[in-house]
């Protein structure tokens, strides 16, 4: 039978439709497999080519550049262990009343001491017997040229003498530091020439400062002389109230501003601290000193150039948990 042409062109057509979606319906999964097996590298290729992900990248790569060794680290300090375990390269235990030595690691190594110059300015700058009250300006002379590091103290930030010498202490405030030094009777110059009187005459002779914050590497010091430090600090009552505070709140421009202290151990009820000041540079690495009352005596201790960021507190709660043996304390008292 002979179909009329039309009647033959919609059959064609028809049949060309019903083919066309199976066609698709088998390809879809074909192109979706293809997709599957290729889509990981591509989009991972896709998502690093964007400019946040180039930030990423930047971020990860400067994450990846190690940190510059310690003088410590340079010098050798860090080889071999010691009875302790501890990750300070320097360190030494003393009882405040008779001076006696219940560990000492390399305690006569001159090295950076970072913060813990903020001790010495604190101390000169009470002896001066300056104004608590006078009210005191932070200003573009404060801001730190030498690491760039940032303060919530803004330029124009006025505070108390008092509340410089706190934040210093406390929260290890560079601005605060400095401003005090700038205020010091004959300024900055006068303030460090001070520092480094006060350090002869208490008979620190391994130690030199060129600036009141510690951001300078050429602030220098030995675990012996900062024991000596720490001893006449904890007299000043002062000191001892300031360095040991767990926070304060102190106005800066139109709002207040929460600070903390650098040493968690303060607020930890194990510990009963009189006196004590953390220090950071990558030169020094992390730095701690203290007064405390730990297995019934009055103890001084100094820390220098531990490597990690939480192993100052760690070496520190390793001597605790030392000192509470007695027979360890006796043990090392004839050894050293």
């Known amino acids: 039978m002979k179909l009329p042409l039309p009647m033959l062109l919609l059959g064609l057509c028809l049949a060309v439709g019903m083919a066309v979606p199976a066609q698709a319906r088998e390809a879809k999964p074909k192109v979706h497999a293809a997709k599957s097996g290729t889509s990981a590298k591509a989009r991972t290729k ?23 060794p310690s003088f410590g680290q340079i010098q050798g300090l860090h080889a071999g262990g010691d009875a302790l375990d501890l990750k300070s390269s320097v360190a030494l235990v003393i009882d405040q009343d008779t001076n006696e030595v219940l ?44 690491k760039g590091s940032r303060s919530r103290l803004a330029v124009g930030t006025q505070l108390s003498r008092g509340e410089m010498m706190h934040l210093a202490l406390m929260s290890s405030e560079n601005r605060a530091a400095n401003a005090l030094g700038r205020h010091y009777p004959g300024g900055l110059e006068a303030a460090v020439a001070a520092m480094s009187r006060k350090a002869v005459a208490l008979g620190m002779q391994g130690t030199h400062y060129v600036e009141p914050t510690g951001l300078s590497s050429k602030n220098q010091s030995t675990a012996q002389d900062l024991a000596v430090l720490v001893k006449e600090a904890h007299q000043v009552p002062l000191l001892r109230e300031l360095s040991t505070s767990h926070e304060a709140l102190v106005p800066v421009g139109r709002r207040m501003v929460q600070f903390r202290n650098t040493n968690g151990l303060v607020s930890n009820p194990q510990w009963d601290i009189g006196l004590q000041k953390t220090g950071y540079i990558s030169e020094a690495g992390r730095c701690l000193v203290m007064q405390a009352h730990l297995a019934g005596r009055k103890l001084i201790m100094v820390l220098l150039d531990s490597a990690g960021k939480y192993s100052r507190i760690g070496d520190a709660e390793r001597i605790r948990k030392w000192l509470g043996n007695s027979s360890a304390v006796a043990v090392s008292a004839r050894r050293t």
Request: no cysteine; proline share 6%; charged share 20%.
């Open 103 to 146: 560990f000492s690691k390399n305690s006569s190594a001159v090295l950076p001491i970072a913060s813990i110059t903020k001790l010495m300015t604190g101390l000169v700058v009470a002896e001066a017997k300056q104004p608590l009250d006078e009210v005191l300006t932070i200003t573009q002379d404060d801001i730190d040229t030498e």
């Open 46 to 68: 896709q998502r690093l080519s964007t400019p946040r992900a180039a930030q990423v990248r930047k971020v990860a790569m400067v994450a990846a550049v190690p940190a510059r």
